[in-house]
């Protein structure tokens, strides 16, 4: 049991390595749209050095789901930081599995600096 465990945390560990991460910049143009539903889509003056393998495309950097609670308080903080052109840190997912997203990697964290 310990074994699958060990397993287990050390997948985590690795796939939070292998995420795009853009240190510092600013938004750029961020996207809503009545076809995709509550989904943003978000560009930044930084592009991702390193997309993960699933990104393909080139217009947008991170998706953000703002079906949930959450997802609504990053919303917001991604306007504040777009209105005042404040530097965000950016961290994915490390998927693009966002239906019907699947070529945007979705994202986990934001930083405001």
């Not at 991702?48 to 609670?69: F, K, M, R």
């Not at 239906?99 to 405001?112: F, K, Q, W, Y």
Request: proline share 4%; aromatic share 8%.
């Amino acid at each position: 049991m310990k074994r699958y465990t060990l397993m287990s945390m050390m997948l985590f560990l690795i796939s939070d390595v292998h995420a795009a991460v853009v240190e510092s910049t600013t938004i750029k143009r961020l996207m809503l749209d009545i076809n995709y539903g509550e989904m943003v889509y978000i560009e930044l003056e930084q592009r991702q050095a390193t997309p993960i393998a699933c990104h393909t495309n080139s217009g947008w950097e991170y998706v953000l789901d703002t079906s949930t609670p959450l997802g609504n308080k990053m919303y917001s903080m991604l306007l504040a930081a777009y209105a005042a052109k404040s530097p965000v840190k950016f961290v994915g997912m490390n998927n693009c599995s966002l239906l019907p997203h699947t070529s945007t990697e979705g994202l986990r964290r934001i930083e405001l600096k």
